[in-house]
């Protein structure tokens, strides 16, 4: 089905968006998921990174030694995987002697969904809960890396909200 | 009711529970990552004969024994386990579990019922899909595409 597009008088302005209705929210905590940004409202650093080319063992010694869940593995400084301990659970603890040695390249999650410092918190909660991921790189919009968003951090951002009046 | 009123009032019920994986105290280490890993979650709950939570045993702690020493995988669990269990009951407040979890530092919660026994477990993912479920059309219309860019442009 074709619509006509209703134009302007000659001469006269007709503003497209003078039907636009700014949308209400009930709180600050429902405003925020939607209209701030990643990186004014949340935080996602301090981050870890290991190259590629390190081994399983490299790698979960410097999650234990940070206690940290996941780090951002990278090559030439591209973000080319994340290595977590659900990678540990699920392809490394049942025969660690025999992989241990190997690339963390063969055991990570390759290419991972990201978002950017500019997206909203929403977008960060919608990868977590619908796309069912724990821990989310954040890229800068040149992609660089910026930080990493996990669970813990948006429990964070969350309860702040919980305390005000 | 906004979002926030919601946490503050609704009980941890409320949430999109995991079904719960429990082991007894003499559960071997290697057997509790084992259903962890059949149950696809980050933490086993310890419990007695009641099946009351006395300790759990999550994922940090398999990184660390993976590296300490292997054959510790063969030990009971309760020598490895965390001692403070740090559960809510399922009437408490989703607020409350988000204080706890932020103070305590916790990925995972154990839910109990009145009888104190585990019943379900509750963690950061479970705040992230009631937010979800709560606030659908803002939360799910966002993309879940990676790139900032597309790279071809879209339409004529």
Redo the contacts between chains.
């Keep these: 089905m074709k619509r006509k597009r209703r134009a302007a008088p000659p001469g006269e302005f007709h503003d497209p968006l003078s039907n636009y209705e700014e949308p209400q929210?009930?709180?600050?905590?429902?405003r925020s998921?939607?209209q701030d940004v990643i990186s004014e409202v949340m935080t996602y650093q301090p981050y870890k990174t290991i190259a590629d080319h390190a081994t399983v063992?490299q790698a979960?010694?410097m999650?234990?030694e940070l206690?940290i869940?996941c780090v951002m593995v990278t090559h030439d400084d591209k973000l080319v995987g994340v290595f977590s301990?659900?990678d540990?659970?699920?392809k490394?603890?049942?025969n660690?002697?025999a992989v241990k040695d190997k690339p963390i390249s063969e055991f990570m999650t390759p290419?991972?969904?990201?978002v950017?410092e500019?997206?909203?918190p929403?977008?960060a909660?919608?990868?977590?809960?619908?796309?069912?991921f724990?821990h989310i790189p954040v890229?800068t919009?040149d992609?660089r890396i910026a930080g990493m968003l996990g669970?813990?951090r948006?429990?964070?951002y969350?309860?702040k909200?919980?305390h005000?009046s | 009711?906004?979002?926030?009123?919601n946490?503050?009032t609704d009980p941890v019920s409320e949430l999109d529970l995991r079904k719960i994986a429990t082991v007894k105290p003499d559960t071997t280490v290697r057997q509790a990552?084992a259903t962890?890993?059949e149950h696809q979650l980050?933490c086993v709950i310890v419990v007695d004969s009641l099946g009351k939570p006395i300790g759990k045993f999550t994922?940090?702690q398999?990184?660390?024994l993976?590296?300490d020493d292997?054959s510790k995988l063969d030990e009971p669990i309760k020598n490895h386990m965390l001692t403070s269990a740090d559960p809510v009951r399922d009437t408490d407040s989703i607020?409350g579990m988000?204080?706890k979890?932020?103070v305590g530092?916790l990925?995972f919660i154990c839910v109990t019922n009145a009888q104190g026994k585990a019943t379900a477990l509750a963690?950061?993912?479970s705040?992230?899909?009631y937010?979800?479920d709560h606030?659908p059309r803002?939360?799910?219309v966002?993309?879940?595409r990676?790139k900032?860019f597309m790279d071809e442009r879209e339409g004529a």
């Design positions: 929210f009930d709180d600050n905590l429902e998921l939607l063992e979960m010694q999650m234990a206690e869940a301990e659900r540990v659970i699920n490394v603890s049942e660690f002697r290419d991972p969904i990201v950017h500019s997206d909203c929403a977008k909660i919608n990868q977590m809960a619908i796309g069912g724990r890229l919009v992609e669970p813990q948006v429990v964070k969350v309860e909200f919980l005000e | 009711m906004g979002l926030r009123q946490i503050l990552v962890m890993r980050g994922e940090r398999v990184t660390k993976l590296l292997t607020a988000v204080s979890m932020q530092n990925r963690g950061q993912k705040l992230m899909e937010i979800a606030f803002q939360i799910k966002q993309r879940m990676s900032i």
